[in-house]
């Protein structure tokens, strides 16, 4: 009996040794569409081209070419394109990796206070601290893509150097705790995240949540800014989009890892999500 293909990886992924991670993020078919969601790691958004518009704590912004948005560790977050020619670059990584062994002032005063979330840096960057920064972010991504001797060296100075440039603009401040509806919203993007790949319904996240389905699906949509279903919906997508480049799994292991209940299904979903099917977006992406 044939082996199943395995989830090889192809893009290059963060390892204890290289813990920053940079996606280009271009769809072919000039559609982003990244659901409301949060990490525990960093995230800076580099827009190259085109407008995006992001979502991040529950304020908008949209964001055009020669922006800069940092997204705070546990900070909800989501963006959707603007217009079809949008490209941004996000710089992903965890803020421990910029710490070192031994204590320190910089450590101790300015990186562990983002890192325990009680300091926070804005979400959007004036443009006159975007404009000398991005220099630094395109000397970063050039090390990443080069992986030269001393590469790495390169892109944690150019990092501690960016951490240094807002401070010294006053765009860290200390924050407040987390209301209880940002608690509860974090808890739901987390569950949904990690069980995507399961059947999920109105009354199975309401049963798990203390809500009635009705109540759940209120306040979703309240909290949420679109319906659970086509949350759900755009996760999965978003989860095959990856797999789909990230990997060289077919399309059934694809479909049942993103949570699709056949492939036939996801191949329809997908189509209509983004004009195109997965054997094409994988493709053209590639290409």
Partial sequence: MAMRQDL??????????HPLKIYRMQD????IDV??????????????????SLMIQDVPYTGAAGNLFYVNPCELHGMQSLTQDCIYLAFVFPLSWLQFDQADEAGEKYLKPLEKR???????????TAACLIPVFREIYS????????AWLG????????????????????RQEASGQMDMRLKI????????SEPLSLEKLGSQFHMSPKYFSLYFQKYFSRSFSDYLMATRVEKAKKLLIETDADMELIAQQAGFSSSSYFIRVFR????????????????
């Fill in 8 to 17: 090889q990886e192809k893009r290059k992924q963060g390892t204890p040794m």
């Fill in 28 to 31: 072919v078919c000039g559609k």
């Fill in 35 to 52: 659901p409301y969601h949060w990490q525990e790691t960093v995230e800076i958004l580099w827009i190259q081209q085109g407008q995006l």
């Fill in 118 to 128: 009680s300091a926070s840096i804005a979400a959007c960057l004036p443009e006159r």
């Fill in 143 to 150: 090390l990443y893509e080069s992986g030269g001797e001393g």
């Fill in 155 to 174: 892109i944690k100075a150019n990092l501690l150097y960016f951490y240094y440039f807002v401070y010294k603009s006053g765009l860290v401040s200390f």
């Fill in 189 to 196: 993007s987390r569950y949904i995240q990690e069980h995507s």
């Fill in 272 to 287: 209509e999500a983004l004009g195109m099917t997965p054997g094409k977006y994988r493709k053209e992406f590639l290409v």
